[in-house]
T-cell receptor, first 109, second 110 residues
Framework: GQQVMQIPQYQHVQEGEDFTTYCNSS?????IQWYKQRPGGHPVFLIQ?????EVKKQKRLTFQFGEAKKNSSLHITATQTTDVGTYFC?????????FGKGTTLSVSS | DGGITQSPKYLFRKEGQNVTLSCEQN?????MYWYRQDPGQGLRLIYY???????QKGDIAEGYSVSREKKESFPLTVTSAQKNPTAFYLC?????????FGPGTRLTVT
């Protein structure tokens, strides 16, 4: 069946270092979304990417959608302790929205 | 103040009992969803509803039931047929391309 794989599962960085999480789909996606879940919290929508090769930025966060619309990445520049949490990608193909298992980011100061 | 509410935050039940989790939204969204989250796992779709009085099974609907009698409400019943009910349950609403999540209910069945 349709799958969305996300790596790495865990990442620990020192404050100020960069961080990247990657998402790969087995099928072509109509769009991909990114969500952040703080420890003990619920997922919060960050962004949606729709176009092939699309790049969007939100302050220190950069989101990319691959040319084939099968992969995506989230890059955080100069991490801060407020960035801790689990980042999920969610790919849509047809009416189904498939979530990756998430990348949990921890940041030490 | 618009949003999605789920209650209670924590719920404890004995094995063999049915339990209903509530989800209410005042965002005027047509679509609502129920997800289950287990440690180290992504979100798995249980049921979704795109309109009042209509709902569809998600990937893991066995042992669960829902109703959608009002646009604002989408309660989930975890039945005794669900073999591993202990989990974090998240309700969401909104279009598929941008979902808004409630705070979740952490259910423990012993």
């Amino acid at each position: 069946g349709q799958q969305v794989m996300q790596i790495p599962q865990y990442q620990h960085v020192q404050e100020g270092e960069d961080f990247t999480t990657y998402c790969n789909s087995s099928t072509t996606l109509s769009n991909i979304q990114w969500y952040k879940q703080r420890p003990g919290g619920h997922p919060v929508f960050l962004i949606q990417l729709v176009k092939s090769g699309e790049v969007k930025k939100q302050k220190r966060l950069t989101f990319q959608f691959g040319e084939a619309k099968k992969n995506s990445s989230l890059h955080i520049t100069a991490t801060q302790t407020t960035d801790v949490g689990t980042y999920f990608c969610a790919g849509q193909a047809g009416t189904a929205l498939i979530f990756g298992k998430g990348t949990t980011l921890s940041v030490s100061s | 103040d618009g949003g999605i509410t789920q209650s209670p935050k924590y719920l404890f039940r004995k094995e063999g009992q049915n339990v209903t989790l509530s989800c209410e939204q005042n965002l005027n969204h047509d679509a609502m969803y129920w997800y289950r989250q287990d440690p180290g796992q992504g979100l798995r779709l249980i049921y979704y509803s795109q309109i009042v009085n209509d709902f569809q099974k998600g990937d893991i609907a066995e042992g669960y039931s829902v109703s959608r009698e009002k646009k604002e409400s989408f309660p989930l019943t975890v039945t005794s047929a669900q073999k591993n009910p202990t989990a974090f349950y998240l309700c969401a609403s909104g279009p598929t391309y941008e979902q808004y999540f409630g705070p979740g209910t952490r259910l423990t069945v012993t």
